[in-house]
């Protein structure tokens, strides 16, 4: 079982920071299997990147994603007051056959 | 425009059954995955089954497996999500999702439907 830590569990930032959200497998991942999405308060998730770097269909290009192996990053360059959420990564694999992260929560000053 | 809408959630008591339902529009449903999704508000993303385009094949969480059983009609772009002797455990928002072992992520959510399970 492929077991996804996420860190930091909060993070704070101003608009315009950088923000970088963590993903860490505690075995490979194949990247074509890493993805990340973004969950708002009272909505359902979204996807934001496939295939570890892909972003979704309207994913605007602050958002961007990188990594192999065990350790994967999601990047937001110039942090908006919209981008407020949790976000989560998730993995495909083998029993089960998705798992996801615990969440980062990124708060906007 | 992809819409996944599900339907079904309510209150049910420990031992029970529950049948959700989730209606796919936008896309042409036979040529996708699709799973279900559950969170317990507040708190993580739990993948609980998923079927491939055809309902041949299907998987699940060892949570749910042998309580719960997936199905879909294609002539209908309907996906089913038969949950049987349901537990405090179960209680969560379930989401409709597309896509399974052909996509390997989740590009479409529905907005998920409530399920209590309490005395």
């Known amino acids: 079982e492929i077991v996804l830590t996420q860190s930091p569990g909060t993070l704070s930032l101003s608009p315009g920071e950088r923000a970088t959200l963590s993903c860490r497998a505690s075995?490979?991942?194949?990247?074509?299997?890493l993805a990340w999405y973004q969950q708002k308060p009272g909505q359902a998730p979204r996807l934001l990147i496939y295939?570890?770097?892909s972003r979704a269909t309207g994913i605007p290009d602050r958002f961007s994603g990188s990594g192999s192996g065990t350790d994967f990053t999601l990047t937001i360059s110039r942090l908006e007051p919209e981008d407020a959420a949790v976000y989560y990564c998730?993995?495909?694999?083998?029993?089960?056959?998705?798992?996801f992260g615990p969440g980062t929560k990124v708060d906007i000053k | 425009e992809v819409q996944l809408v599900e339907s079904g959630g309510g209150v049910v008591r420990p031992g029970g059954s529950l049948r959700l339902s989730c209606a796919a529009s936008?896309?042409?449903?036979?040529?996708?995955?699709m799973s279900w999704v559950r969170q317990v508000p507040g708190k993580g993303l739990e993948w609980v089954s998923g079927?491939?385009?055809?309902?041949?094949?299907?998987d699940y969480a060892e949570s749910v497996k042998g309580r719960f059983s997936i199905s879909r009609d294609n002539a209908k772009n309907s996906l089913y999500l038969q949950m049987n002797s349901l537990r405090a455990e179960d209680a969560a928002f379930y989401y409709c999702?597309?896509?399974?072992?052909?996509?390997?992520?989740?590009?479409?959510w529905g907005q998920g439907t409530l399920v209590t399970v309490s005395s």
């Open positions: 075995q490979s991942v194949r990247t074509y299997y």
């Open positions: 936008g896309f042409t449903f036979a040529d996708y995955g």
């Open positions: 999702v597309r896509g399974y072992a052909d996509l390997y992520y989740f590009d479409s």
């Open positions: 998730q993995q495909y694999g083998s029993s089960p056959l998705f798992s």
């Open positions: 295939h570890a770097s």
């Open positions: 079927t491939n385009w055809i309902g041949g094949y299907s």
